[in-house]
């Protein structure tokens, strides 16, 4: 299985930034998947996560700015940034967590690389 996240960059505060992942080696639409992020010095904290059927869950610093769904077209998830702070600076992480949402880094199964996200105040 393999994970790759793209996307990332360096933004101004209040901007936004589509983060995608693509997974390969399984039907990623058959699983949990989440992004998680990890800033310099802090913990790996999930952000987003969809089930199956499209269902989101979101982290409170994340309802109402960001926005995970699966981009069918593109056989990818997404990420959607808007509004962005700069305390959103970090790594993201795309990870696949088999049969639960991804709310803990202990949920998942399988990770990316990661894709920096930077923004300036």
């Known amino acids: 299985v393999q994970v790759v996240e793209s996307g990332g960059g360096v933004v101004q505060a209040g901007g936004s930034l589509r983060l995608s992942c693509q997974v390969s080696?399984?039907?990623?639409?058959?699983?949990?998947m989440g992004w998680f992020r990890q800033a310099p010095g802090k913990e790996r904290e999930a952000v987003a996560s969809v089930d199956k059927s499209g269902r989101t869950r979101y982290q409170d610093f994340a309802e109402g700015r960001f926005t995970i769904a699966y981009d069918n077209l593109n056989l990818a998830l997404s990420l959607e940034m808007n509004s962005l702070k700069p305390e959103d600076t970090a790594t993201y992480y795309c990870a696949i967590c088999g049969d639960d949402y991804c709310v803990s880094r202990y949920a998942a199964d399988y990770w990316g690389l990661g894709t920096q996200v930077t923004v300036s105040s």
């Open positions: 080696g399984l039907r990623f639409d058959e699983y949990f």
